[in-house]
């Protein structure tokens, strides 16, 4: 399994710090072997840890240059940073980013070699008009993303499942999830209103190998319990 968090614009380098601390001794107590990766804010990104991967949450697509606000290619090397996230929903909805400036940056970090984990899903007005329109929908979003990358991971994460408390039944997220098998062979990850409760049935579900989470992942109590949900789930 795969289980990721996103903090998204939450917590300083000290809590960062704290968390990481918790979340890594838990890994290595229980000889966790699932992959674990944190995407803490840019200003938390100084880490080393041997059983956690960390991420960033974006990147500007070029080596550096006069891109006043981005984070570079040179500013994450210096961190050690080789993971990152891609066409997160707040990215494409809240912040405007495009397909095609999706797949740009996808581009240039497939080319840098780093691992990519790369969202898609829908808005509800999409999903309400069914499973074809819903299909359709997500397959645009993979309009100039390249399936065959090795280092990928897909997170299906529907924007109105987002921080919200809602999530699909587990058979809607079976039908997208089967969908998304039927189109590459990369892990894929469920996200949206991920919580404690129901982290481990939805890790049980058929071409789920994961899940990324938000809010829930906040705690590193919680985060940890639904990594020990996943352990569990080889027995
Ligand atoms: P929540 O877990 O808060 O719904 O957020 C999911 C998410 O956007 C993870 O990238």
Redesign the pocket.
């Known amino acids: 399994m795969i289980l ?1 968090a ?1 903090f ?1 614009a939450n917590k300083t380098r000290q809590e960062t710090q704290a968390y990481m601390a918790v979340v890594e001794s838990f890994v290595s107590a229980n000889a966790i072997e699932d992959t674990i990766i944190t995407f803490p804010p840019f200003t938390a990104l100084e880490h080393t840890s041997r059983n956690v991967l960390i991420g960033v949450q974006n990147g500007y697509p070029v080596q550096n240059g006069a891109f006043t606000g981005e984070i570079a290619l040179e500013q994450l090397e210096e961190f050690g940073i080789k993971t990152i ?1 891609i066409g ?3 990215r494409r909805h809240i912040l405007g980013e495009t397909q095609e400036q999706i797949a740009a940056k996808y581009r240039f970090f497939a080319d840098q070699g780093f691992a990519i984990v790369y ?1 898609v899903g829908e808005p509800l007005s999409v999903r309400q008009q069914g499973e074809e329109v819903l299909l359709s929908y997500i397959d645009a979003q993979f309009e100039g993303i390249d399936l065959s990358y090795l280092d990928l991971i897909i ?1 299906y ?1 529907p924007v109105w ?4 408390g809602l999530t699909p039944t587990n058979e809607q997220i079976e039908a997208v999830h089967s969908a998304l098998r039927r189109k590459t062979t990369a892990p894929l990850l469920y ?4 919580k404690v409760n129901n982290a481990g049935e939805i890790m049980a579900l058929t071409n789920v190998d994961g899940v ?6 906040l705690s590193a109590s919680d985060f940890c319990e639904m990594i020990a949900q996943a352990a569990e789930l080889k027995k």
């Not at 996200?191 to 991920?194: D, L, Q, Y």
């Open positions: 990721a996103n998204k996230l997160h929903s707040e969202c997170a994460e499942a987002i921080g919200t996200g949206g209103s991920v990324l989470v938000g809010s829930a992942a």
